[in-house]
């Protein structure tokens, strides 16, 4: 079969550019949505819990976290308004980076040696893996046209 027939076979399944580029934001728009929607969530918990994000400081020591006063804050809040901000799709490259900090920390101090699917316990590193992974496809797409970026940009 040569290249020609292949996409004359396939040619009604192909997409003309625009519609391409439409289907590329509004998977990005699904993408901030989800993720941004379970930082929050998470941040919440952290910044308004008893104490505030200062009642993890020492959860973090205790886990080997580098600079559990500054990290404890820093994951909370950086979640929390982070989150929100990836909604909107404002400064997306730069929040994801940093959530990608945020995620890569609790791979490594926190479930490390962990199993991907989570356990009875509760255990488990697949939740923190595809945040990370979530989010740094955030930085290397940004956040599409539908997004406070692309008005900037625009």
Do not use: C
């Not at 020609?4 to 439409?22: K, S, V």
């Not at 998977?27 to 379970?38: I, N, S």
């Not at 580098?66 to 929390?80: D, H, I, N, T, V």
Request: proline share 3%; no cysteine.
């Amino acid at each position: 079969m040569t290249k020609d027939t292949i996409t004359r076979r396939l040619g009604r399944f192909t997409l003309d550019e625009g519609t391409r580029r439409t289907g590329h934001d509004l998977g990005l728009v699904v993408l901030r949505l989800a993720v941004g929607t379970v930082f929050i969530a998470h941040g919440w918990g952290d910044a308004t819990q008893p104490g505030g994000a200062g009642a993890n400081v020492e959860n973090y020591r205790g886990a080997g976290i580098p600079l559990p006063e500054l990290s404890a804050w820093y994951g909370a809040y950086l979640q929390l308004i982070g989150g929100a901000a990836l909604i909107l799709g404002g400064l997306t490259r730069l929040v994801g980076l940093g959530l990608a900090t945020v995620m890569a920390g609790a791979l490594i101090w926190v479930h490390r040696g962990e199993p991907l699917v989570m356990g009875q316990d509760g255990s488990g590193s697949g939740f923190a893996f595809i945040m990370l992974a979530a989010s740094l496809a955030l930085v290397g797409m940004g956040a599409g046209r539908y997004s406070v970026d692309g008005v900037v940009r625009r």
